[in-house]
């Protein structure tokens, strides 16, 4: 049996993009336009036939408009059941007439937050009727099309030239599927904004919400599948990034890419960032991107053969030049020149992604993990020190020289896994010990794989938890470092800081480790 024709259409949409077009193709098809408020003048100035939804339902709009659309004149033209001789019955009973077509988009409640309006303005952009308009007509798909997004317009309309001025089920279907998915995503973002204008930290019910933005070939392996979704409103970031030149991105990219991306912006001055399989292999500042390049690749120039880099200044042509040497698989950085880009687009396949600014550190929320039968759920890590914070345990106080690096070493150590050892000499890591069981292991590996000329001798060394013994700390000493960074507490302090003494090396606790599983 051939599917009827859209016959009514309610439009009501804060999102205006499209409107007039989609309105008029309905038109085209002799469909009858229900609208409200600023939508219904949009129309009208455009020259289309509208009936606004006050005189529609007899009923005018009140409260500030806060009600125009919850009336049963509305809500069961949705929802009733054309094929039901009661639900018929009951309609021409009260003169309700059947409504085909609801097209709804939301108010702008994410958009409203991120303005840093107030708590009543965000309040008054919390849409009520927009959402029950939108289920209802999701629920009744099996005769009502549901339109919440202007990039359906024209599927919808394509679809209705197909079928001669109806829409197929299987498009309904879809549509109705997308509303359920837009009225919970729209949800989660009021329920997690009142927990925190409550102080709320973990609520009973925790919910999460994303955009499509792409889906992906394959996962962290081909064999399994992977997409990557976005958080609303557009806050910079791997995930929102622009990418201006090569292949599409793979999952282990994305991954890469937002550690390499989070390190970088962990550093005022500029500094360059090389991950591979999702730990730092070469970190480094410099009076330029290019100078500092040549530091950052000195570290650990295997492994950053395939890696991701992130740039917290936009790209120059003198970095671009130095970056095409070497086999490279993304880019990230606020920007690059016209010149910078004119040099990497001789790489083909080379990711290049602008995020327009750099995310703040402390900008990363909470971090989610799967677990059987449910997720772990942790603030992001948005510790810091400061020398102030700092005590120094040993009979030797730090140069000034070891306390730059100190700290260089502190912010790069809390980007590797553990167990994590950090060598650093000049702003500069000179050798990383990553993901090990042991922490002397990670000491000796980060020393053994340093490729600079005094590989790690006269370097600081930075550890992301104490050292249980002493053994871990006497590895670094034997690899050069005259300096030592990290947390303390460990039931042998004493021990480990009688050994700093014995070598006559400086060593400071912070207070805080920075475990990073």
Not at 62 to 71: E, F, M, N, S
Not at 132 to 155: C, F, L, Q, W
Not at 284 to 295: N, R, S
Request: with cysteine; charged share 25%.
């Amino acid at each position: 049996m051939a599917e009827k024709p859209i016959a009514r259409a309610l439009i009501s949409v804060s999102d205006k993009t499209g409107l007039i077009e989609f309105a008029t193709a309905l038109a085209r098809h002799k469909v009858r336009l229900l609208s409200t408020g600023g939508t219904a003048k949009a129309l009208k100035e455009a020259g289309l036939a509208v009936t606004e939804v006050s005189a529609h339902t007899g009923f005018p709009e009140i409260l500030d408009g806060r009600v125009k659309t919850l009336h049963p004149m509305i809500h069961g033209g949705i929802l009733a059941n054309r094929d039901d001789p009661k639900h018929r019955t009951a309609m021409e009973g009260h003169s309700i007439d059947p409504i085909d077509m609801v097209v709804v988009n939301l108010y702008p409640f994410a958009e409203t937050i991120a303005s840093g309006a107030d708590y009543d303005t965000c309040i008054e952009n919390i849409d009520i009727g927009g959402p029950a308009m939108i289920r209802a007509a999701a629920k009744n798909h099996a005769y009502v099309s549901v339109v919440t997004d202007p990039g359906e317009y024209e599927s919808v309309i394509r679809d209705m030239d197909e079928q001669n001025g109806a829409v197929s089920p299987e498009l309904r279907a879809w549509l109705a599927r997308e509303a359920y998915a837009r009225t919970s995503s729209y949800d989660a973002t009021i329920s997690d904004w009142l927990a925190r204008q409550q102080g709320t930290l973990w609520p009973k019910r925790l919910t999460v919400s994303g955009r499509r933005q792409q889906e992906l070939r394959y996962g962290e392996n081909p064999h399994q599948k992977a997409a990557v979704y976005r958080r609303t409103p557009h806050e910079p970031g791997i995930a929102t990034a622009k990418q201006l030149q090569g292949k599409d991105l793979s999952y282990n990219n994305y991954n890469d890419g937002d550690g390499a991306l989070m390190a970088a912006a962990e550093f005022e001055e500029p500094v360059i960032v090389i991950v591979k399989h999702a730990n730092p292999c070469g970190v480094a500042t410099g009076d330029t991107l290019a100078q500092a390049w040549d530091k950052a690749l000195a570290c650990d120039p295997v492994s950053a053969f395939g890696g991701v880099v992130a740039v917290n200044r936009p790209i120059d042509a003198d970095l671009a030049k130095k970056m095409t040497e070497l086999f490279l698989e993304v880019i990230i950085a606020p920007a690059a020149t016209e010149e910078a880009m004119t040099i990497l687009s001789e790489k083909k396949n080379l990711r290049v992604l602008v995020t327009g600014e750099m995310p703040k550190a402390s900008s990363k929320q909470n971090v989610l993990r799967t677990i059987s039968g449910g997720f772990l759920a942790q603030t992001a890590d948005h510790g810091h020190v400061t020398r102030e914070d700092c005590k120094v345990v040993t009979k030797r106080q730090p140069t000034e020289a070891e306390w730059r690096d100190m700290m260089f070493a502190w912010n790069v150590c809390k980007h590797v896994k553990s167990n994590a050892i950090v060598y650093v000499r000049d702003n500069a890591t000179v050798g990383i010990g990553a993901g090990q069981m042991s922490r002397v292991d990670s000491s000796r590996i980060a020393a053994s794989k340093s490729e600079t000329q005094q590989g790690t001798q006269n370097s600081v060394v930075a550890s992301d938890a104490f050292f249980p013994f002493a053994d871990g700390l006497l590895s670094a000493i034997e690899a050069g470092a005259t300096a030592a960074i990290q947390p303390g507490g460990s039931m042998r302090d004493e021990e480990v800081i009688k050994a700093a003494d014995d070598a006559g090396i400086a060593m400071v606790f912070t207070g805080m480790r920075h475990f990073r599983h």
